[in-house]
């Protein structure tokens, strides 16, 4: 049996026949006339021309928001992603002044911009930091320039908890510190020894100023203004005084005032080289800063501790030889080096006066000398010339200011509350 073919009629047919009817429909179909263009609808269509001739700019488009992240190329992220116009980039980046913080982007900033519908760029923003930033508005062929800087708020808060597991820990679990916990914590391990003195059920009650910035919730930047820390090995109460400085309440400055040598004023040693951020290399002429003071010191001088301090560290170098590093608190650090005995190990507190180690020749030496260290917050600075913490108490004067400025936080009862500024937390769960 054979299968009859399909006929080209049968197969066209339908469609030809919607497409006939449709257009049967479309011919005849009753529609409503246009009305006549009129005078005044003729001038009103002259007037919208006109007005977009007018204002050839088109409306703006909202901000667009970008985090740099690592590997980023602002070239191709310009281009390929934003598909803003490449010589505009290069407009911005040629200006002498305000170009090179294009250059520096670095991860984590954040950019923010504004095109109109045409992709022209109106306005660029670079937060350098959550607090700062730059402005570029372009307009033709001019660029306008802003810095911007976010309004800071700052509030004293008040914490007070209990000591669980750590200090740290405590802090973290206070909202008036949200963002700012660690900063806190690290602020106050500065001043007092927790990490070894630290026990579970220390009491302890902080005074902070918290900064946020204008629309933020966390804290940009925290001070530790004042604490009282009462624990079973550990008690200490100080404030902050007008020098930046810690005192106790009745004064006494918290930290150890400081011998401008390490061995003490009774001694006297020749500086055989000096504290030099520029100091030349005598062989290869090559800039190689010296951050210490060296002593022409005889091998076997006592070295004495310039300050009361823990030891951080005892170690050998290559370079520095028998080699010492004492914490003083406050982020005050001092280093001596080519030592030829140690008299001390990591964790030994020390008093001034004491005598940690003797001088010597050790390590990369060209004869006996102490080389010796002070560091500000991780900064070499020179100890010879360095304002020193000598002032072990507040003159009457200074005490009186001193306790007015504090008097609610050293008079105020460990467990009440005292008003709105002051956020005051129950101890830790
Ligand atoms: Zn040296």
């Known amino acids: 049996m054979s299968r009859s073919p399909l006929s080209w009629p049968s197969v066209l047919l339908p469609p030809l026949l919607i497409a006939l009817s449709v257009a049967f429909w479309w011919r005849y179909h009753p529609r409503p006339e246009p009305p006549p263009m009129t005078d005044q609808a003729l001038l009103r269509l002259a007037a919208d021309t006109d007005f977009h001739n007018l204002d050839p700019t088109p409306a703006p488009l909202p901000w667009e928001h970008y985090t740099i992240q690592q590997g980023d190329l602002l070239t191709h992220l310009w281009k390929e992603q934003w598909q803003l116009p490449t010589a505009t980039l290069y407009r911005l980046i040629e200006d002498a002044d305000q170009g090179q913080r294009l250059n520096r ?15 022209r760029l109106l306005a660029l923003r670079l937060w350098e930091s959550d607090a700062e930033g730059y402005q570029w508005d372009l307009d033709g062929d001019a660029i306008h320039g802003q810095v911007l800087e976010k309004e800071r708020a700052s509030h004293r808060v008040r914490v007070a908890g209990i000591v669980r597991t750590s200090l740290a820990a405590a802090l973290a679990g206070q909202p008036a510190l949200a963002g700012a916990a660690g900063s806190v914590s690290a602020q106050l391990a500065e001043l007092l020894p927790l990490s070894r003195q630290a026990r579970r059920g220390d009491r302890f009650s902080l005074l902070v100023d918290v900064e946020r910035l204008e629309g933020g919730e966390r804290a940009y930047s925290a001070k530790l203004m004042g604490f009282d820390y009462q624990g079973a090995r550990l008690q200490a109460s100080a404030a902050r005084f007008d020098d930046d400085r810690f005192y106790r309440p009745d004064g006494t400055s918290l930290l150890p005032s400081f011998w401008r040598h390490p061995f003490g004023e009774s001694h006297h040693y020749r500086i055989s080289s000096p504290f030099n951020l520029h100091r030349h290399h005598p062989i290869t002429g090559r800039i190689s800063p010296h951050y210490g003071t060296d002593f022409a010191m ?47 190990h990591p964790g030994d507190t020390v008093r001034q006066g004491q005598v940690i180690a003797l001088s010597g020749n050790t390590g990369r030496s060209t004869g006996p000398h102490l080389h010796y260290e002070l560091r500000m917050n ?22 009186t200011r001193f306790r007015n400025q504090y008097a609610a936080y050293f008079d105020f009862p460990a467990d009440a509350n005292d008003g709105t500024e002051v956020a005051h937390r129950d101890p830790e769960q």
């Open 105 to 119: 982007l670095r991860p984590g900033q954040h950019l923010e911009w504004r095109a109109d519908s045409d992709g």
């Open 298 to 344: 005889p091998t076997g001088s006592p070295v004495a501790a310039p300050a009361d301090g823990v030891v951080r560290r005892v170690t050998r170098g290559l370079l520095a030889g028998n080699y010492v590093v004492l914490d003083h608190g406050n982020g005050y650090q001092t280093r001596y080096m080519h030592l030829s005995k140690v008299r001390v």
């Open 378 to 399: 991780g900064r070499p600075v020179n100890a010879m010339k360095v304002s020193l913490p000598t002032k072990g108490q507040l003159a009457s004067d200074e005490l």
